[in-house]
Protein backbone atom coordinates (compact mmCIF):
# COMPACT_ATOMS: atom_id res chain seq x y z
CA UNK A 1 0.00 0.00 0.00
CA UNK A 2 1.31 2.90 -1.41
CA UNK A 3 1.51 6.03 1.17
CA UNK A 4 0.76 9.69 0.72
CA UNK A 5 3.48 11.97 1.20
CA UNK A 6 2.90 15.61 2.85
CA UNK A 7 3.32 18.45 0.49
CA UNK A 8 6.59 20.16 1.67
CA UNK A 9 6.95 23.75 0.67
CA UNK A 10 9.70 25.81 -0.44
CA UNK A 11 10.80 28.99 2.10
CA UNK A 12 9.71 31.33 -0.46
CA UNK A 13 6.36 29.48 -0.64
CA UNK A 14 6.33 29.38 3.37
CA UNK A 15 6.58 33.07 3.44
CA UNK A 16 3.93 34.03 0.49
CA UNK A 17 1.48 31.87 2.06
CA UNK A 18 1.41 33.51 5.67
CA UNK A 19 1.09 36.89 4.56
CA UNK A 20 -1.67 35.78 2.57
CA UNK A 21 -3.37 34.32 5.59
CA UNK A 22 -2.22 37.52 7.79
CA UNK A 23 -3.72 40.20 5.07
CA UNK A 24 -7.90 38.92 4.59
CA UNK A 25 -7.92 41.23 1.38
CA UNK A 26 -5.84 38.81 0.06
CA UNK A 27 -8.66 36.81 -0.45
CA UNK A 28 -10.93 39.32 -1.56
CA UNK A 29 -12.73 37.91 -5.56
CA UNK A 30 -12.33 41.26 -7.56
CA UNK A 31 -14.47 40.46 -11.00
CA UNK A 32 -13.32 43.71 -12.68
CA UNK A 33 -10.19 45.52 -13.24
CA UNK A 34 -9.04 48.59 -15.12
CA UNK A 35 -6.55 47.61 -18.03
CA UNK A 36 -4.70 49.76 -20.17
CA UNK A 37 -5.19 48.99 -24.03
CA UNK A 38 -2.28 46.94 -24.95
CA UNK A 39 -2.79 47.85 -28.84
CA UNK A 40 -1.49 51.16 -28.05
CA UNK A 41 -4.26 52.89 -28.99
CA UNK A 42 -3.85 56.48 -28.69
CA UNK A 43 -6.37 59.47 -29.21
CA UNK A 44 -5.06 63.18 -30.27
CA UNK A 45 -7.28 66.48 -28.89
CA UNK A 46 -6.24 69.28 -30.93
CA UNK A 47 -5.12 72.63 -28.80
CA UNK A 48 -7.38 75.36 -29.77
CA UNK A 49 -4.21 77.32 -30.46
CA UNK A 50 -2.30 76.13 -32.70
CA UNK A 51 -3.56 74.74 -36.13
CA UNK A 52 -2.53 71.54 -37.91
CA UNK A 53 -1.19 73.18 -40.77
CA UNK A 54 0.97 75.93 -38.77
CA UNK A 55 2.58 73.42 -36.41
CA UNK A 56 6.41 73.21 -36.84
CA UNK A 57 8.48 70.27 -37.76
CA UNK A 58 8.91 68.17 -34.32
CA UNK A 59 6.36 69.19 -32.35
CA UNK A 60 3.63 66.17 -31.06
CA UNK A 61 0.50 66.64 -29.87
CA UNK A 62 -1.24 65.26 -26.83
CA UNK A 63 -2.08 61.52 -26.52
CA UNK A 64 -4.14 60.11 -23.87
CA UNK A 65 -4.11 56.45 -23.41
CA UNK A 66 -7.17 54.69 -23.83
CA UNK A 67 -8.09 52.90 -20.55
CA UNK A 68 -10.68 50.38 -20.71
CA UNK A 69 -12.56 48.52 -18.16
CA UNK A 70 -12.29 44.56 -18.40
CA UNK A 71 -13.42 41.72 -16.13
CA UNK A 72 -12.86 38.79 -14.58
CA UNK A 73 -14.17 35.51 -16.96
CA UNK A 74 -16.62 34.47 -15.06
CA UNK A 75 -18.72 33.42 -18.00
CA UNK A 76 -17.81 33.07 -21.37
CA UNK A 77 -19.34 36.48 -22.27
CA UNK A 78 -17.09 38.70 -20.18
CA UNK A 79 -13.85 37.33 -21.24
CA UNK A 80 -14.01 39.62 -24.32
CA UNK A 81 -16.28 42.46 -22.83
CA UNK A 82 -14.00 45.82 -22.55
CA UNK A 83 -16.35 49.11 -21.52
CA UNK A 84 -14.55 53.04 -21.13
CA UNK A 85 -14.83 54.07 -17.73
CA UNK A 86 -17.51 56.47 -16.83
CA UNK A 87 -17.97 56.42 -13.21
CA UNK A 88 -19.06 59.73 -13.23
CA UNK A 89 -22.28 58.89 -15.14
CA UNK A 90 -25.43 59.45 -13.60
CA UNK A 91 -26.96 56.08 -12.07
CA UNK A 92 -30.56 57.20 -11.67
CA UNK A 93 -33.45 57.41 -14.10
CA UNK A 94 -33.45 60.56 -16.82
CA UNK A 95 -35.32 64.02 -16.25
CA UNK A 96 -38.56 62.63 -17.35
CA UNK A 97 -40.36 65.88 -18.63
CA UNK A 98 -37.92 65.35 -20.66
CA UNK A 99 -38.46 62.42 -22.66
CA UNK A 100 -41.43 59.99 -24.48
CA UNK A 101 -41.54 56.75 -25.23
CA UNK A 102 -39.69 55.26 -28.15
CA UNK A 103 -42.56 53.63 -30.39
CA UNK A 104 -41.88 51.21 -33.05
CA UNK A 105 -39.55 49.24 -31.21
CA UNK A 106 -41.34 45.69 -31.60
CA UNK A 107 -41.75 46.27 -35.69
CA UNK A 108 -38.51 45.12 -36.55
CA UNK A 109 -37.77 47.45 -39.32
CA UNK A 110 -41.21 46.87 -40.99
CA UNK A 111 -43.42 49.63 -42.61
CA UNK A 112 -46.88 50.14 -42.67
CA UNK A 113 -47.37 47.34 -44.75
CA UNK A 114 -45.67 45.31 -42.76
CA UNK A 115 -42.71 44.57 -45.17
CA UNK A 116 -38.85 44.62 -44.12
CA UNK A 117 -37.27 48.10 -45.69
CA UNK A 118 -34.62 48.43 -42.44
CA UNK A 119 -32.96 44.98 -42.30
CA UNK A 120 -30.88 43.58 -39.23
CA UNK A 121 -33.35 45.79 -36.93
CA UNK A 122 -35.75 44.40 -34.31
CA UNK A 123 -35.66 43.35 -30.89
CA UNK A 124 -33.96 45.71 -27.68
CA UNK A 125 -34.57 46.98 -24.43
CA UNK A 126 -37.29 49.34 -24.17
CA UNK A 127 -36.18 52.80 -24.77
CA UNK A 128 -37.26 56.82 -24.14
CA UNK A 129 -36.05 59.45 -26.15
CA UNK A 130 -34.57 62.00 -24.85
CA UNK A 131 -35.12 65.25 -26.14
CA UNK A 132 -32.17 67.18 -26.96
CA UNK A 133 -31.69 71.28 -27.58
CA UNK A 134 -29.45 71.16 -30.14
CA UNK A 135 -30.35 75.18 -30.96
CA UNK A 136 -29.47 76.61 -27.86
CA UNK A 137 -31.26 79.67 -28.04
CA UNK A 138 -31.74 80.67 -24.42
CA UNK A 139 -29.01 82.93 -23.17
CA UNK A 140 -27.37 83.04 -19.81
CA UNK A 141 -25.60 80.94 -17.94
CA UNK A 142 -26.46 77.32 -17.02
CA UNK A 143 -25.27 75.10 -14.81
CA UNK A 144 -24.48 71.13 -15.10
CA UNK A 145 -27.15 69.57 -13.08
CA UNK A 146 -25.10 66.08 -13.73
CA UNK A 147 -24.37 63.70 -17.26
CA UNK A 148 -26.08 61.11 -18.17
CA UNK A 149 -25.58 58.23 -20.42
CA UNK A 150 -28.20 58.65 -23.46
CA UNK A 151 -29.49 54.81 -25.09
CA UNK A 152 -30.02 56.87 -28.30
CA UNK A 153 -26.81 57.60 -29.19
CA UNK A 154 -22.77 57.55 -28.91
CA UNK A 155 -22.36 60.65 -26.79
CA UNK A 156 -23.38 61.35 -23.25
CA UNK A 157 -25.77 63.89 -22.90
CA UNK A 158 -25.89 66.97 -20.11
CA UNK A 159 -28.72 67.99 -18.08
CA UNK A 160 -28.72 71.97 -17.69
CA UNK A 161 -30.40 74.11 -15.13
CA UNK A 162 -31.17 77.58 -16.12
CA UNK A 163 -29.90 79.83 -13.22
CA UNK A 164 -32.27 82.54 -14.00
CA UNK A 165 -35.61 80.87 -14.27
CA UNK A 166 -35.00 77.10 -13.45
CA UNK A 167 -35.88 75.44 -16.77
CA UNK A 168 -34.00 72.29 -17.50
CA UNK A 169 -32.72 71.31 -20.63
CA UNK A 170 -30.43 68.76 -22.39
CA UNK A 171 -27.24 69.07 -25.01
CA UNK A 172 -24.95 66.81 -25.75
CA UNK A 173 -22.00 66.82 -23.36
CA UNK A 174 -18.50 67.91 -23.79
CA UNK A 175 -15.63 65.95 -22.78
CA UNK A 176 -14.41 66.78 -19.60
CA UNK A 177 -17.46 68.44 -18.46
CA UNK A 178 -18.81 67.37 -14.85
CA UNK A 179 -21.31 68.39 -12.87
CA UNK A 180 -21.12 71.71 -11.05
CA UNK A 181 -19.47 73.25 -14.22
CA UNK A 182 -21.56 76.48 -15.57
CA UNK A 183 -21.90 76.92 -19.43
CA UNK A 184 -23.19 79.38 -21.76
CA UNK A 185 -25.07 80.77 -25.01
CA UNK A 186 -24.51 83.56 -26.78
CA UNK A 187 -25.96 82.88 -30.06
CA UNK A 188 -28.92 85.53 -29.11
CA UNK A 189 -26.34 87.73 -28.96
CA UNK A 190 -24.05 89.55 -26.29
CA UNK A 191 -24.79 90.35 -23.33
CA UNK A 192 -24.67 93.89 -22.27
CA UNK A 193 -22.69 93.60 -19.52
CA UNK A 194 -19.97 92.07 -21.75
CA UNK A 195 -20.12 94.96 -23.95
CA UNK A 196 -19.96 97.38 -21.46
CA UNK A 197 -16.51 95.48 -19.68
CA UNK A 198 -14.78 96.10 -23.12
CA UNK A 199 -16.10 99.67 -23.38
CA UNK A 200 -18.60 99.19 -25.35
CA UNK A 201 -16.57 97.84 -28.64
CA UNK A 202 -16.32 94.40 -29.45
CA UNK A 203 -12.52 93.75 -29.71
CA UNK A 204 -12.39 90.07 -31.02
CA UNK A 205 -9.55 88.77 -28.72
CA UNK A 206 -11.14 89.85 -25.54
CA UNK A 207 -14.27 87.92 -26.67
CA UNK A 208 -12.69 85.33 -27.33
CA UNK A 209 -11.32 85.43 -24.20
CA UNK A 210 -14.16 85.59 -22.37
CA UNK A 211 -16.73 83.34 -24.24
CA UNK A 212 -14.57 80.67 -26.11
CA UNK A 213 -14.92 78.12 -23.20
CA UNK A 214 -16.09 74.50 -23.33
CA UNK A 215 -19.31 73.57 -23.19
CA UNK A 216 -20.29 77.38 -24.76
CA UNK A 217 -22.22 77.98 -27.75
CA UNK A 218 -21.33 80.52 -29.78
CA UNK A 219 -22.12 81.75 -33.77
CA UNK A 220 -19.04 80.70 -35.82
CA UNK A 221 -17.68 84.45 -37.11
CA UNK A 222 -17.29 84.57 -33.39
CA UNK A 223 -14.68 81.31 -32.69
CA UNK A 224 -11.16 81.80 -33.29
CA UNK A 225 -9.44 80.14 -36.16
CA UNK A 226 -8.22 76.79 -35.24
CA UNK A 227 -10.51 76.49 -32.60
CA UNK A 228 -11.97 73.11 -32.16
CA UNK A 229 -15.83 72.46 -32.30
CA UNK A 230 -18.68 70.02 -32.05
CA UNK A 231 -22.49 70.65 -32.60
CA UNK A 232 -22.14 72.71 -36.11
CA UNK A 233 -24.65 73.34 -37.97
CA UNK A 234 -25.27 74.71 -41.16
CA UNK A 235 -28.15 77.41 -41.37
CA UNK A 236 -28.11 81.08 -39.28
CA UNK A 237 -31.67 79.60 -37.82
CA UNK A 238 -31.17 75.69 -37.65
CA UNK A 239 -29.81 73.38 -35.13
CA UNK A 240 -26.36 71.83 -34.89
CA UNK A 241 -26.09 69.03 -37.58
CA UNK A 242 -22.09 68.06 -37.78
CA UNK A 243 -20.31 66.25 -35.16
CA UNK A 244 -22.39 65.08 -32.77
CA UNK A 245 -21.34 61.33 -32.21
CA UNK A 246 -19.01 60.56 -29.37
CA UNK A 247 -15.80 61.89 -29.82
CA UNK A 248 -16.40 63.66 -32.70
CA UNK A 249 -15.02 67.88 -33.58
CA UNK A 250 -14.25 69.74 -36.31
CA UNK A 251 -11.90 72.94 -36.63
CA UNK A 252 -12.53 75.89 -37.90
CA UNK A 253 -10.21 76.62 -40.59
CA UNK A 254 -10.71 80.06 -41.73
CA UNK A 255 -12.99 83.27 -42.25
CA UNK A 256 -13.64 85.75 -44.96
CA UNK A 257 -11.84 88.66 -43.09
CA UNK A 258 -10.40 91.94 -43.76
CA UNK A 259 -7.95 93.86 -41.33
CA UNK A 260 -8.05 97.15 -41.27
CA UNK A 261 -5.35 100.14 -40.62
CA UNK A 262 -5.35 99.86 -36.33
CA UNK A 263 -5.01 96.14 -36.66
CA UNK A 264 -8.37 94.64 -36.01
CA UNK A 265 -9.67 92.32 -37.92
CA UNK A 266 -13.23 92.68 -39.28
CA UNK A 267 -15.60 89.84 -40.74
CA UNK A 268 -17.00 90.68 -44.26
CA UNK A 269 -18.15 87.60 -45.79
CA UNK A 270 -21.15 85.20 -45.12
CA UNK A 271 -19.70 82.04 -44.58
CA UNK A 272 -16.79 80.38 -42.28
CA UNK A 273 -14.68 77.48 -43.57
CA UNK A 274 -15.40 74.13 -41.21
CA UNK A 275 -12.82 71.06 -41.15
CA UNK A 276 -14.04 68.04 -40.15
CA UNK A 277 -12.47 65.00 -39.09
CA UNK A 278 -13.01 63.09 -42.85
CA UNK A 279 -10.80 66.10 -44.02
CA UNK A 280 -13.69 67.55 -45.82
CA UNK A 281 -13.70 71.13 -45.74
CA UNK A 282 -16.98 72.71 -45.69
CA UNK A 283 -18.68 76.21 -45.76
CA UNK A 284 -21.31 77.56 -43.19
CA UNK A 285 -23.24 80.29 -42.54
CA UNK A 286 -21.37 82.48 -40.14
CA UNK A 287 -24.83 83.11 -37.98
CA UNK A 288 -24.35 79.10 -37.78
CA UNK A 289 -24.28 77.57 -33.87
CA UNK A 290 -21.01 75.39 -33.12
CA UNK A 291 -20.34 74.63 -29.15
CA UNK A 292 -16.73 75.00 -28.19
CA UNK A 293 -14.68 71.58 -27.68
CA UNK A 294 -15.04 67.49 -28.30
CA UNK A 295 -18.19 65.90 -27.93
CA UNK A 296 -18.10 63.24 -25.19
CA UNK A 297 -17.23 59.69 -24.74
CA UNK A 298 -13.71 59.76 -26.49
CA UNK A 299 -13.23 56.01 -26.38
CA UNK A 300 -16.75 55.01 -27.09
CA UNK A 301 -14.94 52.86 -30.32
CA UNK A 302 -12.87 50.95 -28.66
CA UNK A 303 -15.42 49.16 -26.87
CA UNK A 304 -16.01 45.47 -27.57
CA UNK A 305 -19.80 44.18 -26.57
CA UNK A 306 -18.33 40.65 -25.76
CA UNK A 307 -21.08 38.41 -26.71
CA UNK A 308 -23.50 38.54 -29.16
CA UNK A 309 -26.88 38.99 -26.89
CA UNK A 310 -25.63 42.18 -26.12
CA UNK A 311 -25.93 43.18 -29.59
CA UNK A 312 -29.59 41.73 -29.72
CA UNK A 313 -30.16 43.73 -26.53
CA UNK A 314 -29.38 47.10 -28.55
CA UNK A 315 -31.80 46.45 -31.26
CA UNK A 316 -29.01 44.62 -33.07
CA UNK A 317 -29.88 41.60 -35.51
CA UNK A 318 -27.33 39.27 -36.74
CA UNK A 319 -26.06 39.57 -40.26
CA UNK A 320 -25.81 37.04 -43.09
CA UNK A 321 -23.31 36.54 -45.51
CA UNK A 322 -24.46 36.18 -49.06
CA UNK A 323 -22.83 32.96 -49.83
CA UNK A 324 -24.25 31.32 -46.78
CA UNK A 325 -27.54 31.99 -48.41
CA UNK A 326 -29.38 29.79 -51.25
CA UNK A 327 -29.30 31.19 -54.56
CA UNK A 328 -32.88 32.21 -54.20
CA UNK A 329 -32.12 34.62 -51.27
CA UNK A 330 -29.06 36.05 -52.53
CA UNK A 331 -27.14 36.28 -55.73
CA UNK A 332 -23.84 35.40 -53.90
CA UNK A 333 -25.76 31.80 -53.00
CA UNK A 334 -26.19 28.60 -53.89
CA UNK A 335 -22.94 26.62 -55.11
CA UNK A 336 -20.70 24.55 -53.69
CA UNK A 337 -18.18 25.35 -51.31
CA UNK A 338 -17.60 29.47 -50.77
CA UNK A 339 -18.52 30.37 -54.60
CA UNK A 340 -19.34 33.64 -55.09
CA UNK A 341 -21.96 32.65 -58.13
CA UNK A 342 -18.71 34.30 -60.60
CA UNK A 343 -19.75 37.97 -60.72
CA UNK A 344 -18.75 40.58 -58.56
CA UNK A 345 -19.52 41.52 -54.76
CA UNK A 346 -23.30 43.01 -55.16
CA UNK A 347 -26.72 44.14 -52.92
CA UNK A 348 -29.06 41.33 -51.92
CA UNK A 349 -31.16 43.17 -54.89
CA UNK A 350 -28.37 42.48 -57.34
CA UNK A 351 -28.25 46.36 -58.56
CA UNK A 352 -25.80 48.22 -56.95
CA UNK A 353 -21.88 46.85 -56.21
CA UNK A 354 -21.52 46.34 -52.67
CA UNK A 355 -17.67 47.00 -52.72
CA UNK A 356 -16.14 50.66 -53.00
CA UNK A 357 -19.60 52.80 -52.75
CA UNK A 358 -21.40 53.64 -55.23
CA UNK A 359 -22.09 56.91 -55.74
CA UNK A 360 -25.43 58.62 -57.41
CA UNK A 361 -24.62 62.19 -57.61
CA UNK A 362 -24.69 63.52 -60.82
CA UNK A 363 -21.64 65.17 -62.07
CA UNK A 364 -23.46 67.91 -63.21
CA UNK A 365 -25.26 68.91 -59.91
CA UNK A 366 -21.95 69.25 -57.10
CA UNK A 367 -22.87 70.08 -53.19
CA UNK A 368 -21.86 73.61 -53.40
CA UNK A 369 -21.45 73.65 -49.76
CA UNK A 370 -18.15 71.51 -49.95
CA UNK A 371 -15.40 73.33 -50.38
CA UNK A 372 -12.43 70.72 -50.48
CA UNK A 373 -14.01 66.99 -50.96
CA UNK A 374 -13.10 63.90 -48.61
CA UNK A 375 -10.35 61.55 -49.87
CA UNK A 376 -12.22 58.79 -51.23
CA UNK A 377 -10.68 55.16 -51.81
CA UNK A 378 -13.24 54.56 -55.16
CA UNK A 379 -12.33 50.71 -53.96
CA UNK A 380 -8.31 50.86 -54.18
CA UNK A 381 -6.26 49.59 -51.40
CA UNK A 382 -4.19 52.30 -49.53
CA UNK A 383 -1.14 51.79 -47.49
CA UNK A 384 -0.38 53.04 -44.06
CA UNK A 385 0.92 56.02 -45.20
CA UNK A 386 -2.65 56.97 -46.57
CA UNK A 387 -1.07 56.99 -50.34
CA UNK A 388 -3.29 54.52 -52.42
CA UNK A 389 -1.77 51.45 -53.52
Known amino acids: MMMLRPRLFARPAVRALAACQSSPAAFIRRYAAVQTGSEAVTTTVPSPSSRTAERPQGAKDKQSTVIMRTYKPRTPGLRHLKRPINDHLWKGRPFLPLTFPKKGMGKGGRNHHGRITVRHRGGGAKRRIRTVDFHRWNPGPHTVERIEYDPNRSAHIALLNEDATGTKSYIIAPDGTRAGDVVQSYRSGIPQDLLDSMGGVIDPGILAAKTAHR????????????????????????????????????????????????????????????????????????????????????????????????????????????????????????????????????????????????KTRRNNNPNKWVVVPKVRNHGKRRDKKGKQA
Not at 294 to 300: D, L, T, Y
Open 215 to 358: GNCLPLHLIPVGTPVYNVGSHPKGGAVFCRSAGTHALVDSKEEETREDGIRVFTGKYVNVRLQSGEVRRCSKDACATIGVASNPHHQYRQLGKAGRSRWLNIRPTVRGVAMNKVDHPHGGGRGKSKSNRHPVSPWGRTPAKGGF
